[in-house]
């Protein structure tokens, strides 16, 4: 037991481990930390739905940097992630605003889960009237008659 929560242990760390190299902190645990921040709700443009905190994307570490240059010059969080969505767009952002242009990413995964709702639901009733309203086949029919029989002649002694 213990080597399977070793393994399992072991097997964590690559997703616990972030990808900023010690050449890109800041000397300021202060901005270092806001930097962290900042950077867990920025998407690498080049990996899938991963924060570039995370990323060893080569454009990961240039958008750290980026984000750190800016807290240096004195740039407010805010201030940083407009400076960072100028120039990238809103696909950058890892919770995009609200917005007509981003309606399709935030409605449209409930719109997937709704229509396969309906549509699972719709089938399974259809196949319930189907299977409650069909016929007997005559062998049914006959095994049907012959428990009846049976149920009479028990009931008759």
């Given at each position: 037991m213990r080597q399977l929560i070793f393994a399992?242990?072991?097997g964590l760390l690559p997703?616990?481990?972030?990808?900023?190299?010690?050449d890109e902190m800041l000397t300021d645990p202060v901005l270092e930390q806001r930097a962290r921040e900042i950077s867990k709700d920025l998407r690498c443009v080049v990996c899938q739905n991963q924060d570039i905190d995370s990323s060893n994307a080569g454009v990961a570490r240039d958008l750290r940097l980026l984000v750190r240059e800016r807290l240096v010059v004195g740039d407010s969080d805010a201030e940083v992630i407009e400076y960072i969505r100028a120039r990238y767009g809103d696909y950058v952002l890892l919770k995009p605003p609200l917005e007509p242009a981003t309606y399709a990413l935030w409605f449209a995964p409930i719109a997937f889960v709704l229509i396969g709702v309906f549509v699972g639901g719709g089938l399974l009733m259809s196949r319930r009237k189907q299977e409650a309203f069909e016929d007997l086949g005559s062998e049914d029919e006959n095994t049907v008659s012959e428990i009846l029989r049976q149920n009479e002649a028990g009931d008759a002694s």
């Open positions: 399992f242990c072991i997703f616990a481990a972030n990808a900023v190299e010690p």
